[in-house]
C-alpha cells in the first residue's frame, strides 16, 4: 500500500452527533463547515440530513440591489 494514504473507516452516527446535526441545521451553518465539526463527508452529511427530514446546507440569500429610476 502507498505511503501517505490513510484508510477510511465506517464510523456509526452516534445520537450526539445526530444533535449536533440538527443543532448546525437549525442555525444554518455551511455544509464544509460542518463537515470538518463532525469529521465526516459532506455526502454522508448530506444523506444522514435527508434520512432525519431536516435540511442542511442553506444558502445566503442573494442582496436585493435597490432600483433607483
Known amino acids: 500500500m502507498p505511503r501517505g494514504r490513510t484508510r477510511r473507516v465506517r464510523r456509526e452516527w452516534t445520537a450526539q452527533d445526530e444533535r449536533e ?3 448546525h ?3 444554518r451553518t455551511p455544509v464544509t463547515k ?8 459532506v455526502g454522508a452529511l448530506r444523506q444522514k ?6 435540511a442542511i446546507g442553506h444558502r ?4 436585493r440591489r435597490s432600483r433607483r429610476g
Do not use: E, M, V, Y
Open 60 to 63: 445566503q440569500q442573494p442582496k
Open 21 to 23: 446535526l440538527k443543532r
Open 34 to 41: 460542518i463537515s470538518k465539526a463532525l469529521k465526516r463527508t
Open 49 to 54: 440530513a435527508r434520512h432525519l427530514g431536516i
Open 25 to 27: 441545521s437549525k442555525n
